[in-house]
């Protein structure tokens, strides 16, 4: 078997395995179908709401997308801010760390009630508050981290502290980033689908998973979720392949 | 006869919670163009100080230090460094790694000619046919020579080398230190090595300056007469022998574990 192909077809034999299981599962103990649903039921589900999921589908994937990408400016420009200044992280660690352990599902009554009626706007603010954390504490441990040496070499010669952030900080600490920015990809989703379902406004695969709830519809809820899987693992993914591209070099050769 | 670096009179102290620490009293070092001095002392005892404050990365409190006649001020293009870490750039190629003063410093080179030239150094260091492969892919010893070329590349007047060796199994280090008498023959320089190896010193350089335990002052001075460029055998007579004795002498009294009127052993 070629190594391409065993990097596919071995995770693809493992889901298989799994629906195999989650089948039987149900089967075994019997269970109708306004309790669980099995793999074989989602097929139904999915013919029947198809064009639901696919405009839901892409409301929550933009929302998601455009959060997280606020969250990964914010981030990085917060990580350098506390990367760069003693003081400033000082200052701001506690706050930070305060400000990630509210549990995200309070912050949603707040913020549907402060921006009434926006529900783009609201949704996309979840997901970039739930994800800038990992990024910014990534981006300044990354930068606070660089050996004075590396610094010194380019100092030593003249650079200026631009020159230094651009040729060696910023490359340096990519790995770092792309590392915490796989965590932020789901985290972002977490904080859409949040908004979604706490605060119901009919967008989103949240809204869709909600109605599904309401009708004891457990093929469709189950539909969902497995929806909201396939589009993590697709946006996870994109980062891997970004990863590979600008930080490939962290990779070391295996064995 | 204007020497390269002097160093004059040079004091410094770190400002610590429990008041300041002074590293550098009284230092007073010259090294003539082409020069290669070693410093020698106690751990701890202000050498890295040293080096940052001939690269212009800090200002002593005291006293001067002045390149070419010129008194140091701040960075100035023309100084290499290499340290103990290699620290080459890991996700560049070592030719890219090399090339990297050169991104920073003016230079009249074209970039053919500057590619060139790293190739000619690093096929001086024995690194020919290593140019495209990354930091991760070298030994530690094959770092340390790329790390060399770094510091090489845009024709510094100084060369400042901080323990460069001092992470290195003992055979490495002595193939690099013959390394080193290699380039200096075809890439002279002026150089400053901080080292705590004895050997090390009097293999490399011209004159050892044996510093004070802290805070540090110029205790002793050897010059190593030498002829031409030397090989491990030089190591071993009885010349050598003397050299190493006295300089082990010296470090015990820096250290504080012998009195000065001592007579060497």
Same mark, same amino acid.
């Given at each position: 078997?070629?190594?391409?192909?065993?990097?596919?077809?071995?995770?693809?034999?493992?889901?298989?395995?799994?629906?195999?299981?989650?089948?039987?599962?149900?089967?075994?103990?019997?269970?109708?179908?306004?309790?669980?649903?099995?793999?074989?039921?989602?097929?139904?589900?999915?013919?029947?709401?198809?064009?639901?999921?696919?405009?839901?589908?892409?409301?929550?994937?933009?929302?998601?997308?455009?959060?997280?990408?606020?969250?990964?400016?914010?981030?990085?420009?917060?990580?350098?801010?506390?990367?760069?200044?003693?003081?400033?992280?000082d200052a701001l660690y506690p706050i930070l760390v305060g400000f990630n352990a509210i549990p995200k599902a309070t912050v949603v009554p707040i913020v549907a009630l402060m921006f009434v009626g926006q529900h783009d706007f609201n949704t996309v603010l979840l997901a970039f508050m739930i994800s800038f954390f990992p990024i910014a504490v990534s981006v300044s441990i990354g930068l606070?981290?660089?050996?004075?040496?590396?610094?010194?070499?380019?100092?030593?010669?003249?650079?200026?502290?631009?020159?230094?952030?651009?040729?060696?900080?910023?490359?340096?600490?990519?790995?770092?980033?792309?590392?915490?920015?796989?965590?932020?990809?789901?985290?972002?989703?977490?904080?859409?689908?949040?908004?979604?379902?706490?605060?119901?406004?009919?967008?989103?695969?949240?809204?869709?998973?909600?109605?599904?709830?309401?009708?004891?519809?457990?093929?469709?809820?189950?539909?969902?979720?497995?929806?909201?899987?396939?589009?993590?693992?697709?946006?996870?993914?994109?980062?891997?392949?970004?990863?590979?591209?600008?930080?490939?070099?962290?990779?070391?050769?295996?064995? | 006869m204007t020497n390269l670096i002097d160093i004059k009179g040079v004091r410094h102290a770190y400002q610590t919670d429990s008041g300041p620490l002074p590293v550098l009293d009284g230092l007073e070092i010259s090294v003539p163009e082409g020069g290669f001095v070693a410093v020698v002392g106690p751990s701890g005892c202000g050498k890295s100080t040293l080096t940052r404050l001939i690269a212009? !990365?800090?200002?002593?409190? #005291?006293? =001067?230090?002045?390149?070419?006649?010129?008194?140091?001020?701040?960075?100035?293009?023309?100084?290499?460094?290499?340290?103990?870490?290699?620290?080459?750039?890991?996700?560049?190629?070592?030719?890219?790694?090399?090339?990297?003063?050169?991104?920073?410093?003016?230079?009249? !080179?074209?970039?053919?000619? #500057?590619? =060139?030239?790293?190739?000619?150094?690093?096929?001086?260091v024995g690194l020919e046919g290593f140019e495209e492969k990354r930091p991760s892919e070298l030994s530690g010893g094959m770092r340390q020579r790329a790390s060399l070329c770094r510091a090489l590349i845009h024709q510094p007047d100084v060369l400042i080398l901080d323990e460069p060796f001092g992470a290195l199994d003992a055979f490495t280090r002595e193939d690099l230190w013959q390394t080193m008498h290699k380039v200096k023959e075809r890439e002279p320089f002026t150089g400053v090595l901080i080292t705590h190896d004895l050997r090390e010193s009097i293999f490399l350089a011209d004159q050892v300056v044996v510093l004070s335990g802290r805070p540090a002052r110029t205790q002793y001075v050897l010059d190593i007469p030498s002829s031409g460029p030397r090989t491990l055998e030089d190591l071993y007579t009885p010349e050598a022998a003397e050299q190493l004795n006295i300089l082990r002498h010296q470090i015990q009294i820096a250290q504080g574990?012998?009195?000065p009127e001592d007579t060497a052993p």
């Open positions: 078997m070629t190594k391409q192909l065993r990097a596919i077809a071995v995770p693809m034999i493992a889901i298989v395995i799994l629906l195999i299981f989650w089948e039987w599962l149900v089967w075994f103990k019997g269970w109708p179908r306004f309790k669980m649903a099995a793999p074989s039921d989602l097929i139904p589900a999915y013919q029947r709401h198809w064009d639901l999921f696919v405009t839901m589908g892409w409301q929550t994937l933009w929302r998601t997308v455009l959060g997280l990408f606020l969250a990964v400016i914010f981030g990085t420009l917060l990580g350098m801010i506390m990367g760069f200044s003693r003081i400033m992280r606070s981290t660089l050996e004075p040496e590396y610094r010194d070499i380019l100092r030593s010669l003249g650079a200026s502290q631009a020159t230094i952030f651009w040729k060696i900080a910023l490359p340096k600490t990519l790995p770092e980033f792309f590392g915490a920015l796989k965590v932020a990809v789901t985290l972002a989703f977490i904080g859409t689908n949040l908004m979604e379902i706490v605060s119901p406004h009919g967008r989103g695969l949240g809204a869709l998973f909600d109605s599904g709830r309401t009708n004891s519809d457990f093929p469709l809820m189950f539909a969902v979720l497995i929806a909201l899987a396939f589009l993590g693992i697709v946006l996870y993914y994109i980062v891997v392949a970004l990863e590979k591209i600008f930080a490939g070099w962290a990779e070391r050769a295996p064995g | 212009g !990365l800090m200002k002593p409190d #005291a006293g =001067e230090v002045w390149l070419h006649g010129e008194r140091v001020k701040g960075p100035r293009s023309t100084v290499g460094m290499a340290f103990q870490n290699p620290v080459l750039l890991e996700w560049r190629t070592i030719l890219k790694n090399v090339l990297l003063p050169l991104e920073i410093v003016p230079t009249k !080179l074209s970039r053919t000619q #500057a590619e =060139e030239r790293a190739r000619f150094l690093l096929a001086l574990r012998a009195q």
